[in-house]
């Protein structure tokens, strides 16, 4: 029983744990986007879904001995493949990104993480072969146990102190450990059972499995899975994507399940209210809550309202779970659901909808699948559930008619969903067109002639990047600028001078091009580089820049690789000796200023944090801009001292720098 015990446990803690970290790593190949941890989740939960399988067949098709001795050739098959984890990842190639993210995943842990994949209905197979007296069930619940424990550990204890390096050697030898254990326990099979005993069909000793079953197993899987990768997501691009965003969502989502599998506890009349709870506070937030409290208030709604939710769809999966018999068919169809719920959100709603309406979606299916968990009973719970379902649904729809109010253009593609809306200007004349990236404004342009030609939001005059800019030069600049928009910076271009912007994100390219004129008015030459741009000027020769401005956002924040002492060696080899590099790190959340002038302390450059503040007649919410050269590094304005961390590529951390 202990070597099966601790199989289950390590396996459990070593595959969420690689989850962050091989996350992390792939990270910077795709440009710091929020869906690179949804794509990554549609991998975990696909590779669940091919463990269960694995595990099925084996205790459905094979004698118990042979079970044993496959699964000890797969440990020995992972245990050689497990050099690979440790692989610096791959650039991303010229197809679709969310493809190179499994490609990716699938060489450098595939075979490793499809032998833990089947630890859970395996091991809980073998047990209960082993010592039918015992609970099988109740392994499932250490298991998740374990999982909280590695999710609380990346973000909280191993990130903010190691080098992933580090981080992946102690996973490796705890892999290592895992597959003793497996080893162990197969051993055991193959002391206590002999080869001529047959295997276990399904139904052998009872009644087979509903379709029925299995079709609510798959929905209730599909529910909790979908709510999970969707408010992921938008906590992502809000915020930011890190880490201990990533973890706390799918640490509640996985304490739910040790609440409601751990023992029959769940009860249908405190589980459905608990998840109504989640379901309002979760469409209030959606629609009324600020951007700007999204980290505190807004965190702490989403977690706890989709923890709400899941004991509400989790409970109804643990109500309804088969005999021990039954097991591995569960597994499966639990796994099937996981992985439909991820796909949906990660790979098919981008390619359905052109908006990001999949949590509302998910939101109102879920509030009408409660309403009829409960109809019925009274009419007094039936008016409460009904007046609940009809507002979560109303807020829904509210929400998508917000998505819709005064679009002119939109589309979605890997990086999210982007919109051009059009409203009256800030002092009532006029009209103001804006780019938005989910609840973020990446730069706004009036639409008269008279007019448009004025750079708005975070680059107006006053602002850091307006300043050094505006300034006077001896002749044409050579100016590069790490990331779109609408494209105001190119409105101080001058005759003679060239403008290089650097843009992943084809779609804000096509969106800066055809509904802003900043690129098509600007007396400058404006080239575009297409693709990641710390990528682009590690292949490209030194341009020498008089000013190289970095712009770039994903949600509300600049992407974490494009702030490690490997992308500012990458920066200073394309300035000039006097030339200037502006780092735009306007945020609600996190205090990037620490981390700039800590490089700029470690480069021994002279370093200024110029701040404006928002005003209205320039559609502007305030601006921080760090300005940075060998020399002379604003317009005379005094250095600013180095405290914050030092980021490089193996070690960053966001914890450090929380608002």
Known sequence: ????????????????????????????????????????????????????????????????????????????????????????????????????????????????YLMLSATSPLLQHWYAQLYPA??????????????????????????????????????????????????????????????????????????????????????????????????????????????????????????????????????????????????????????????????????????????????????????????????????????????MGSVFVALIAPLVFRQMVEMPLLLAMTAVTALFLVYGRSVYSDALAAVAAVVIVAAAGANWLALQSRVVAVDRNFYGSMRVTESPGPDGSGRLRTMVHGAVNHGSQFVDKQRRHIPLTYYTAQTGAGQLLSRQSAGPRKVGLVGLGAGALASYGRPGDVFFFYEINPLVVSLARTHFSYLSDSPARVEMVLGDARIMLSRQPDQHFDVLAVDAFTGDSVPVHLLTREAMAIYSRHLKPDGVLALHLSNLHLDLTKVALAHGRELNWRSSVIATPADSRFDSVGAVWVLMSRGQAGPGLPSGPGTGPVWTDEHSSLLHVLR
């Open 134 to 339: 015992g609970q099988a069930y109740r392994l499932f619940a250490w298991s998740n146990l374990s999982c909280v424990a590695a999710l609380l550990a990346f973000p909280f204890w191993l990130e903010p102190r190691w080098e992933w390096g580090e981080i992946a050697r102690l996973w490796k030898w705890g892999f290592v450990a895992a597959a003793l254990f497996h080893l162990l326990s197969a051993g055991l099979v193959w002391k206590r059972r002999p080869a001529g005993i047959k295997p276990v069909s399904e139904g052998s000793d009872g009644p087979p499995v509903l379709r029925r079953s299995v079709a609510l197993w798959l929905y209730w899987a599909f529910l909790g899975s979908g709510l999970l990768v969707s408010v992921t997501d938008h906590l992502c691009l809000v915020v930011a994507p890190f880490p201990m965003l990533w973890v706390l969502p799918l640490l509640l989502y996985l304490l739910s399940f040790v609440v409601t599998f751990e023992s029959d506890r769940y009860r249908r009349w405190w589980g459905v209210p608990a998840g109504f709870a989640g379901l309002l506070s979760m469409a209030w937030a959606l629609t009324y809550l600020a951007p700007a409290r999204m980290l505190g208030p807004g965190v702490a709604i989403f977690t706890l309202g989709l923890f709400a939710v899941c004991l509400m769809v989790h409970g109804e999966l643990a109500a309804s779970r088969p005999p021990e018999r039954h097991l591995t068919s569960f597994y499966i169809a639990m796994a099937a659901g996981g992985a």
């Open 1 to 112: 029983m202990v070597f099966l015990a601790a199989g289950v446990v390590g396996s459990a803690f070593c595959l969420f744990l690689i989850q962050p970290m091989m996350a992390k790593r792939l990270l910077p190949v795709f440009g710091g986007s929020a869906s690179v941890w949804a794509v990554c989740l549609v991998f975990y939960q696909s590779m669940l879904l091919l463990g269960y399988l694995y595990a099925h067949g084996l205790a459905r098709r094979l004698p118990p001995r042979v079970q044993a001795a496959v699964h000890a050739g797969l440990c020995v098959l992972a245990l050689l493949a497990l050099p690979r984890a440790g692989a610096p990842p791959m650039e991303a190639g010229a197809g679709s990104p969310a493809a190179g993210i499994v490609v990716q995943l699938a060489l450098a842990i595939g075979l490793p």
